[in-house]
């Protein structure tokens, strides 16, 4: 082999070399998908009456979700209707005997101000009653049902879980040599199978302690001990599932497999073209002496 020749072999694996450590995918981290539940029950324990969803369901704002018995919360309206009427006659008997100089202003006072608390008392009561029917407050999807027609649902205590679409969120575990490349309000690709290509999110949020691994890696670099949770806030929502494992790259991008390989072609012919140029007079002359 001629000098000229194992220069351009050597040349050749230069070229091939700096081109494939130029290829260097940005790194990827596993994470998964999670979500902000809103969760609705009624303010006082009751028997639940109707159920209006299905878990999976579509629910708009404003829609019935459910009602709870409401006999004592009737009966209560009525005793306060018939004390606000009792409180209605003192008060107009006061009236008449004041101006017949029977009775006092006092007298008068003190019944205008029983009628009042027996109103207010009876707003309360009819307040009470119309929320046994419960609406929903949001937009979103039925995840969770945790109470059923004829089960007792005490104070306080879930009976479906909602989920608006803005609610779901990216989290991940990042490395601490990662973090001066992440930033709040910078853009993160997220990949899963079979999602929708070129997904993106918002990252929201950064953990300002570090933690120890935990016991299911989502960190590649299993090096690591100490890792920072992030969180995201995807693009579009709607493309996701709670519980959903994915993929975070960050906002340079993580190329296609198709892509690395047409970039890598492309850089390399280029890398190549520079460095045999001064060749290519000689190559034309061998071949023709052969």
């Given amino acids: 082999m001629t000098t000229s020749l ?3 072999a050597v040349l050749i694996l230069v070229a091939t070399s700096v081109a494939a450590c130029s290829d260097q995918a940005p790194p990827a981290f596993q994470g998964w998908i999670e979500a902000n539940l809103i969760f609705v029950g009624p303010d006082e324990a009751g028997r639940v009456e109707a159920l209006n969803l299905r878990e999976g369901d579509t629910i708009e704002a404003g829609a019935p979700l459910f009602s709870v018995d409401i006999d004592l919360q009737r009966a209560d309206v009525m005793l306060n209707e018939a004390t606000v009427k009792n409180a209605q006659l003192a008060y107009d008997r006061a009236q008449k005997l004041l101006k017949t100089n029977a009775g006092t202003e006092r007298t008068v006072e003190e019944a205008e101000a029983a009628l009042r608390t027996a109103e207010a008392r009876l707003n309360s009561a009819a307040t009470r009653l119309a929320r046994r029917k419960v609406a929903s407050p949001v937009t979103g999807t039925v995840q969770q049902v945790y109470f059923r027609p004829g089960e007792m649902v005490p104070a306080g205590r879930p009976v479906v879980a909602l989920l608006p679409p803005g609610n779901l969120k990216v989290r991940f575990y990042v490395p601490e040599s990662a973090l001066p490349q992440i930033a709040y309000g910078g853009a993160v690709k997220v990949g899963c199978d079979g999602c929708t290509p070129d997904l993106t999110a918002r990252i929201s949020f950064i953990a300002s302690a ?13 090096r690591s001990k100490l890792v920072f949770l992030v969180e995201a806030l995807p693009e579009m929502p709607q493309e996701f599932r709670v519980g959903q494992p994915i993929e975070v790259a960050l906002a340079n991008g993580r190329r296609t497999a198709e892509d690395r390989g047409r970039k890598k072609d492309d850089s390399s012919t280029n890398l190549l073209s520079g460095l045999l140029r001064p060749f290519s007079a000689i190559w034309p002359v061998k071949e023709a002496k052969r």
């Fill in 6 to 8: 194992r220069n351009a």
């Fill in 210 to 222: 570090a933690e120890f691994t935990p016991p299911v890696i989502y960190s590649r670099d299993e």
